[in-house]
């Protein structure tokens, strides 16, 4: 076995902005689950290592942006479990001058630091990411691995992000989770109780991941999309936003990273203050990692000249 089946631990929120309102939040700690195959991607992950050994192979090979939590979560899995590793990484220009660009990239550093091989391609090669022939020409280049989707989204880890949610939480009437590839809500949402309902909060701009997600659910009369928080798409973020992740760890002692969980949390809490949620309702936000992506905002945010975010 390779990761362990976790249960992580729920901290209530304490939080001025939404002290006086009559519902309660709290948060479950993915991302406490490993120091660096964290929140969804040790859930996403674990099946799909299960499945890379019962198939003998013994290269892990997937895609992913620059800054993606889930290449430097795929980079640590196979250190750490002896599987060679390789990222096809979205922009060819990165292989001008790599050596310097990963040293200032903290998540292409932190993967080679892992012993992931990169491949960059440009953004038009990479949108043939799911093509057979596509796959064909990095099998004949690379060889036999195993492929794990970008974001680490199939069947497998909808199986592992189903482990989320547990008996413990059975008590709680809203399921929140940010949104990127439709993976974990998916399996949020196989695992719901008939009295619940699953929020999710998409990351990125578009309706698409509707029909992503009806892929893999099992049942689809108890779970939307709010699409009003994704500050302008994937990666995007403004001074507002990330006054509101400081302000959230000053007074919570919980980070939350500005792509995924930041974006969510602040919705959670606009919709409260707009009395969304009726009087009473207890809401359990997910709190899905992703943490390793701050110092790599923090780069882009600095030479922005905007306030930078605190860890």
Excluded at 40 to 67: D, I, M, P, S, V
Excluded at 180 to 206: D, E, M, V, Y
Excluded at 222 to 240: C, D, M, P, Q, R
Aim: proline share 2%.
């Amino acid at each position: 076995m390779f990761l362990e089946t976790k249960n992580s631990s729920i901290q209530q929120v304490h939080f001025s902005e939404i002290e006086n309102s009559q519902v309660s939040v709290f948060i479950k700690r993915e991302d406490e689950l490993h120091p660096f195959i964290s929140g969804n991607k040790y859930r996403k992950l674990k099946y799909n290592l299960e499945e890379a050994k019962k198939q003998h192979k013994t290269t892990l090979l997937t895609f992913g942006g620059a800054y993606s939590n889930h290449i430097a979560a795929t980079a640590a899995a196979g250190f750490e479990y002896n599987f060679k590793t390789i990222g096809i990484i979205r922009g060819d220009e990165l292989a001008n001058n790599s050596q310097e660009i990963i040293q200032n990239n903290p998540t292409l550093k932190f993967a080679l630091e892992h012993q992931m091989q990169f491949h960059f391609v440009s953004r038009k090669e990479y949108r043939n990411k799911t093509l057979k022939e596509f796959i064909a020409n990095l099998q004949r280049q690379f060889g036999d691995f195993y492929l794990v989707p970008e974001g680490g989204t199939n069947h497998l880890a909808v199986k592992g992000c189903e482990e989320i949610l547990t008996s413990n939480d059975d008590k709680f009437d809203i399921i929140c989770s940010a949104v990127g590839t439709g993976g974990t809500i998916s399996g949020i949402i196989n695992s719901l109780k008939k009295n619940q309902k699953a929020i999710g909060f998409p990351a990125l701009k578009g309706d698409f991941l509707q029909n992503e997600i009806k892929k893999y659910v099992l049942k689809n009369n108890n779970w939307i999309l709010n699409t009003a928080y994704h500050f302008g798409g994937y990666a995007k973020v403004s001074e507002e936003l990330i006054i509101f992740i400081n302000k959230f760890k000053n007074e919570t002692l919980i980070p939350l990273d500005p792509v995924y969980t930041g974006k969510m949390m602040f919705g959670i809490v606009d919709l409260i203050k707009k009395n969304y949620f009726k009087q009473g309702t207890k809401i359990l936000a997910i709190h899905t990692g992703g943490l390793q992506g701050i110092d790599g905002m923090n780069v882009v945010l600095s030479k922005k000249k905007l306030p930078l975010i605190r860890k």
